[in-house]
């Protein structure tokens, strides 16, 4: 007999991130580091291994390697089997023809043949740029117990958001009678969150059924889930009601952040009944001088302050000199913050060097832009950086 798994899952984590500018220069957006000792593909591929979901495919294609190198084997988030496990799936060269994922339901498409490897019963696809904890093992019961061709799991949006995402229109049932991508005038406020899980069979005969359709731009919402329900396949919305965030722009990667920080979050990273893993760097316990203050903040290990750091996330091996100040920022590894430098309302990227006296971004205020510094830049003493997105290699004006 065969072995096979009964759900398997479909990472999508290849998006370039273009809105998120200097962090994802170099890096694809599920690489980015959260949360002083997380990067954002952790809360998905978290969710699948305390779901019991324990195959998964992570599609790659915008710069790749540092994705690639901190998944390695998958063991920090028990992932490391001999049957299953993690895979990093990467666009190859077929004979017929040779080319990157043209959309999301190309990319799955075009990895058809490792899900078939498992004989899954479900796959679940989800997207590898989202902040949430969600049990995917529930949506999967719902699924199996509405008979659905295909469930989408949907969050209320306000209604001056919901022309930004896919909007599902449900019957009471939670069945779907109509799906509309980014509607100018939403009819409802219910948002598909790119999670979807289809019975496997329905997947496949859509994806190929797509894959010969020279019209389609081989998207999922904008032509896999409308052929099929259009076709009058059983679709179903999966309502979640916990923290979700889309981390696809600066502000709300930074609002992210801010969340994880107080006695009472609005998003708690330390839940031990849903640990979130992560490939920890190892760093000796962070030292914080007898002068220092430190208040509201999230402290990763290895950091070293002598300044003062508040409402802010810093991660390992952060060093805060003397007179330094940080304030609402997110500083990632590595970085210094020189004696009586500035930094406020920022996302400073990893090994980034801030001069002394230096002062990066302003008071948090309405009218305030919020400052990103990209991975290993230097910047000079005494320089002021308060706007805009800054990625050359020195900043020495």
């Known amino acids: 007999m065969h072995r096979k798994k009964e759900c398997v899952a479909m990472l999508l984590a290849g998006g370039q991130g273009s809105r998120l500018f200097a962090l994802t220069n170099n890096i694809a957006k599920p690489a980015v580091a959260f949360g002083a000792k997380y990067r954002i593909i952790d809360f998905p591929l978290s969710n699948c291994i305390n779901s019991g979901i324990d195959t998964v495919g992570v599609l790659t294609q915008y710069q790749p390697l540092i994705l690639n190198e901190y998944i390695g084997n998958g063991q920090p988030w028990d992932l490391d089997r001999a049957f299953g496990g993690v895979h990093i799936l990467s666009p190859y060269q077929a004979k017929a023809r040779s080319t990157w994922y043209e959309g999301t339901a190309n990319a799955i498409y075009q990895n058809m043949h490792f899900m078939k490897m498992y004989n899954p019963e479900y796959v679940l696809i989800l997207s590898g740029d989202h902040i949430y904890k969600m049990n995917y093992a529930a949506m999967l019961k719902a699924h199996i117990e509405t008979g659905a061709d295909c469930t989408i799991a949907a969050i209320n949006v306000p209604l001056s958001e919901a022309s930004r995402f896919g909007i599902l229109n449900t019957n009471p049932d939670g069945s779907i009678y109509q799906f509309e991508e980014k509607p100018k005038v939403p009819k409802s406020t219910l948002a598909s969150m790119g999670i979807y899980i289809f019975t496997a069979s329905k997947l496949f005969k859509y994806l190929e059924e797509d894959e010969a359709n020279p019209n389609s731009s081989k998207d999922f919402g904008k032509d896999v889930l409308p052929a099929m329900l259009n076709a009058g396949e059983k679709m179903y919305s999966y309502l979640f009601e916990g923290y979700w965030k889309d981390v696809g722009t600066i502000a ?81 590894a590595n970085s210094i913050i020189k004696s009586g430098a500035s930094v406020s309302y920022s996302i400073i990227d990893e090994n980034v060097t801030v001069g002394k006296n230096s002062v990066i971004g302003v008071e948090k205020n309405p009218t305030a832009e919020i400052v990103v510094l990209g991975r290993d830049i230097t910047v000079g003493d005494g320089v002021r950086v308060l706007s805009g997105q800054k990625n050359e290699k020195d900043i020495l004006v």
């Open 252 to 332: 709300s990667l930074w609002q992210a952040n801010m969340d994880l920080l107080g006695d009472n979050p609005e998003f708690d990273v330390n839940d031990k009944a849903w640990k979130i893993h992560s490939r920890n760097p190892l760093a000796p316990p962070e030292y914080i001088g007898d002068d220092a203050v430190v208040k509201n903040s999230m402290i990763a290990l290895g950091c070293e302050i002598e300044g003062r750091v508040e409402n802010s996330v810093l991660g390992s091996n952060v060093i805060v000199e003397k007179g330094a100040v940080i304030k609402d920022a997110v500083v990632l």
